[in-house]
């Protein structure tokens, strides 16, 4: 499937599944309109699931081959991942503020996925700032170790009391819910999901040019540049 499929597929479903969310889907009988949001949030978090274990396997990839398309996977994933973990911590935020009466709390879930978005987060700065081949080593060990995060997270709110409801589909699901729900949550994850496959597509080609134009001297490695070094053709330093 070419990028411009997934970026079209994507947005169609996007399309279909915002409407089913606001013109088709029932308000919850307990939480009444503010539920309809969770056709976002855990689409969401989904995809920041599967963008940190594609950062996983990319990064034992790129230890065991050292090709570097590996570490262009790995860092658009991650990219892509931090971006979609900030969307979770807002929607959860906006979600439990008519139903906790709080916009935050020290819950596990909460707290357990705030961790794993530093912890990404501390991938991307490593990548940006280590200077190669040390870079992209150390962002893959990190990004395989920060990992580990990711069930503890799915988990938290099975293993301990916590504000936040059991998962809402599958296995650990405290309730089945009804079909229409359990569609329209397939829908939204499909949609999401194509479309993280599209932004990690872009950002990979993205990085491949930039690499192919630096290795022949055409685009100075700037982004490598130690901090406070001067800027290429007389820009501002690099802070």
């Excluded at 230890?63 to 973990?85: M, P």
């Excluded at 949609?191 to 100075?220: C, D, H, K, M, N």
């Amino acid at each position: 499937m070419t990028t411009r499929a997934l970026g079209i597929g994507s947005l169609l479903l996007l399309v279909v599944s915002t409407y089913g969310t606001f013109f088709l889907a029932r308000p919850d009988r307990v939480q009444g309109d503010a539920a309809r949001i969770v056709y976002f949030h855990v689409p969401m978090a989904w995809v920041a699931f599967l963008a940190f274990f594609v950062v996983f396997i990319a990064g034992i990839a790129y230890l065991r081959t050292r090709k570097a398309i590996w570490d262009h996977v790995g860092r658009a994933s991650a990219e892509v991942g931090v971006l979609f973990t900030t969307l979770v911590l807002v929607t959860g935020s906006i979600w439990g503020f008519p139903i906790w009466g709080t916009w935050w709390s020290w819950d596990p879930k909460l707290t357990t996925t705030l961790i794993l978005w530093f912890l990404y987060l501390g991938y991307l700065m490593v990548r940006a700032y280590a200077e190669p081949p040390r870079g992209p080593r150390y962002a893959a060990l990190l990004g395989i170790l920060g990992f580990a995060d990711v069930p503890i997270v799915y988990l938290s709110s099975v293993w301990w009391r916590t504000l936040h409801p059991a998962p809402v589909i599958g296995p650990l699901a405290a309730q089945q819910p009804s079909a229409s729900i359990v569609w329209l949550l397939l829908l939204s994850l499909a949609a999401f999901t194509l479309f993280y496959a599209f932004l990690v597509a872009v950002r990979v080609r993205i990085e491949q040019v930039g690499a192919g134009l630096r290795s022949q001297g055409e685009v100075p490695s700037y982004a490598d540049a130690p901090i406070g070094s001067p800027a290429p053709h007389g820009g501002a330093a690099r802070i």
